[in-house]
């Protein structure tokens, strides 16, 4: 079984907030896949399903960001998960807006719901990194990313849920490198073909 977790904010206000891109991809992944109806537990919200053939428990913790591993780690010990079993989708300000890069261990890179998950459970776990750029300046950041993506952002960000969503199957096979492979290909820009030379006369 795989516990995949979103990372956001609870609430309305926070829905489109470039911080809830997790929330935006693990529900995604859910309606794809014809998960069964959210329910309250562990702090947050789960849905059950199967991705690929694997069982799989899709978790929003409720906590806001900064407490989000209390919410994982009830999870992880009601089904009595291993770290390896996690996957955890969130934002990720050191890469380009778009971009998906898979990992497993490292450090939280100051992001608070990773950080709050480190302590709770240990870092040996998988995450995706969803790309939403950066500011510019680290004292931008906070009101950064609890803005909403702006409308000319929408032309990367659907696509890019919509390629996650569509890919996540190989990711729960155990196949990060084709996951990536996947996203890249699908949410590339596509190029416009050079006119062609007119036949010589």
Same mark, same amino acid.
């Given at each position: 079984?795989?516990?995949?977790?979103?990372?956001?904010?609870?609430?309305?206000?926070?829905?489109?907030?470039?911080?809830?891109?997790?929330?935006?991809?693990?529900?995604?992944?859910? &309606? &794809?896949?014809?998960?069964?109806?959210?329910?309250?537990?562990?702090?947050?919200?789960?849905?059950?399903?199967?991705?690929?053939?694997?069982?799989?428990?899709?978790?929003?913790?409720?906590?806001?960001?900064?407490?989000?591993?209390? @919410?994982?780690?009830?999870?992880?010990?009601?089904?009595?998960? #291993?770290?390896?079993?996690?996957?955890?989708?969130?934002?990720?300000?050191?890469?380009?807006?778009? +971009?998906?890069?898979?990992? #497993?261990?490292?450090?939280?890179?100051?992001?608070?719901?990773?950080? @709050?998950?480190?302590?709770?459970?240990?870092?040996?776990?998988? &995450?995706? &990194?969803?790309?939403?750029?950066?500011?510019?300046? #680290?004292?931008?950041? @906070?009101?950064?990313?609890?803005?909403?993506? @702006? !409308?000319?952002?929408?032309?990367?960000?659907?696509?890019?849920?919509?390629?996650?969503?569509?890919?996540?199957?190989?990711?729960?096979?155990?196949?990060?490198?084709?996951?990536?492979?996947?996203?890249?290909?699908?949410?590339?820009?596509?190029?416009? +073909?050079?006119?062609?030379?007119?036949?010589? !006369?």
């Amino acid at each position: 079984m795989l516990l995949l977790v979103g990372l956001g904010n609870p609430g309305a206000e926070y829905a489109r907030n470039r911080h809830n891109i997790g929330f935006m991809a693990v529900e995604a992944i859910a &309606r &794809r896949n014809g998960f069964g109806p959210w329910k309250k537990r562990f702090q947050g919200q789960t849905a059950d399903g199967t991705v690929g053939g694997d069982k799989l428990l899709a978790l929003e913790p409720l906590t806001y960001m900064n407490n989000s591993g209390q @919410s994982v780690a009830a999870a992880m010990q009601f089904f009595k998960l #291993k770290p390896e079993n996690v996957v955890v989708i969130h934002d990720e300000l050191d890469l380009p807006p778009g +971009r998906v890069r898979v990992k #497993k261990g490292g450090g939280h890179g100051g992001h608070n719901g990773l950080r @709050s998950i480190d302590a709770h459970i240990g870092k040996e776990y998988w &995450r995706v &990194r969803l790309g939403i750029g950066h500011p510019g300046d #680290k004292d931008l950041v @906070s009101g950064y990313v609890l803005h909403d993506f @702006s !409308k000319t952002e929408q032309a990367w960000l659907d696509p890019l849920i919509d390629a996650v969503a569509d890919a996540f199957p190989l990711m729960a096979q155990g196949q990060p490198e084709n996951f990536m492979n996947k996203v890249a290909v699908a949410t590339q820009p596509v190029k416009e +073909r050079a006119p062609k030379a007119p036949p010589p !006369k």
